[in-house]
């Protein structure tokens, strides 16, 4: 299989990233191109089987897939580019602007005997190290064709297919999500220095916990709810903390945060 990937900046570089450390797309058939070629540098030091061009169109050449990772106020202009050398009968398009819908691609991309088949896809950053939670939508294509791409980027962690309409929620929770839990690690870094830690002791602590919390709901499968009960004893200090959180607002700033992110 080989993929080619237009645009090498944070999401697509950690794309190619990701891509060079699992087994279904050997790091020799990724191609990526990007106008700054230090940036292209940078995924050559990083593994030097990558092929970098700064040539869009040279870039799709023989590719099965090819995912636009540009910003959304580019991806007309890389469009224009690259359309009238796209084969719909041979390649996948996906892409990874948020925002631009299939309707706004499909008016960019369509010819006048086809459609493409699209994905939209959202990974977050972790996609560098086979962590991403990445939502998938799709048009114009067929199951296997959904398999394909969904098994690719589970292979970069985890990945979850969904209606359109539910990307800009989906955005919400997996991509902008990662900032929103590393403000509560940041906000727990500094609760613990100012109860005593260092603030590198503090952070591995969090970082830690965090982490074993979110294993214990994908290992068990339970509600969070349920490990919550599990150390929250009558009168204990654990849900004395959780009530103070709560009058400050916890769940409700949590929820306006993610109900903001999805609007424009």
């Given at each position: 299989?080989?993929?080619?990937i ?13 891509l ?10 990724i ?7 230090t ?11 990558i ?14 897939i090819?995912i ?41 991309l ?12 959202i ?29 690719i ?8 297919i ?10 919400s929770?997996?991509?902008c ?7 509560y ?42 490990e ?37």
């Amino acid at each position: 299989m080989k993929i080619a990937i237009i645009g090498g900046g944070n999401m697509g570089g950690a794309i190619a990233r990701g891509l060079t450390q699992g087994t279904l797309v050997a790091p020799s058939n990724i191609r990526v191109s990007d106008l700054n070629e230090t940036v292209l540098a940078d995924l050559k030091k990083f593994n030097e089987a990558i092929n970098t061009t700064t040539n869009n169109i040279s870039a799709i050449s023989g590719a099965e897939i090819v995912i636009i990772a540009v910003k959304p106020w580019l991806v007309e202009t890389v469009a224009n580019q690259i359309k009238n050398d796209l084969n719909y009968s041979k390649q996948t398009i996906v892409s990874i602007a948020a925002g631009i819908s299939f309707e706004h691609l499909n008016a960019l991309l369509a010819k006048e005997d086809s459609l493409p088949v699209l994905f939209r896809v959202i990974p977050n950053t972790a996609i560098a190290i086979l962590e991403s939670m990445t939502i998938i939508a799709s048009s114009n294509a067929s199951k296997d064709q959904e398999k394909v791409i969904k098994t690719i980027f589970d292979e970069l962690g985890k990945s979850i297919i969904v209606e359109e309409r539910l990307m800009a929620a989906g955005t919400s929770l997996a991509s902008c999500g990662t900032a929103f839990a590393l403000r509560y690690v940041r906000a727990a870094m500094e609760g613990g220095v100012e109860l005593g830690f260092y603030p590198d002791a503090a952070k591995e602590i969090v970082a830690q916990t965090v982490k074993g919390a979110v294993e214990l709901l994908l290992t068990n499968g339970t509600h969070p709810e349920s490990e919550i009960d599990k150390v929250t004893t009558p009168g204990g200090i654990t849900i004395k903390g959780l009530n103070e959180m709560e009058h400050a607002g916890f769940t409700s700033a949590v929820i306006r945060g993610l109900k903001a992110s999805t609007t424009k």
